[in-house]
């Protein structure tokens, strides 16, 4: 099993910054994905950005140019850098990782609330 354990989340003025963090534990044997997703009520959760094995990464529309992922110092942990907030941003992030052992296992984060006031 895979644990992750986010921090980072809260509330901040429109314009502002936010640093999310995560980090992996347990039984992990090749990372082939790190990433983070979002979500509002009544809505699907959507990719936000993701960082891929070989270092290259991956935004959605909506967040590219404003934020960055990369990976952190500490090994397995993957810090997405969100500058230029926008109200719609609201949502409880998630981080995910993906990886390949005999087979392809996902796993989830609890969640941290991103909050932006207009």
């Known amino acids: 099993q895979v644990q992750l354990v986010e921090s980072g989340g809260g509330l901040v003025q429109a314009g502002g910054s936010l640093r999310l963090s995560c980090a992996a534990s347990?039984?992990?044997?090749?990372?082939?994905?790190m990433g983070w997703y979002r979500q509002t009520p009544g809505n699907q959760r959507e990719l936000v950005a993701a960082?891929?094995?070989?270092?290259?990464?991956r935004y959605a529309d909506s967040v590219e140019g404003r934020f960055t992922i990369s990976r952190g110092n500490a090994k397995n942990t993957v810090i997405l850098q969100m500058n230029s907030l926008k109200p719609e941003d609201t949502a409880v992030y998630y981080c995910?990782?993906?990886?390949?052992?005999?087979?392809?296992?996902?796993?989830w984060g609890q969640g941290t609330q991103v909050t932006v006031s207009s």
């Open positions: 995910s990782l993906d990886q390949y052992s005999s087979m392809w296992s996902n796993y």
């Open positions: 347990g039984t992990i044997f090749s990372i082939n994905r």
């Open positions: 960082i891929i094995s070989d270092g290259s990464t």
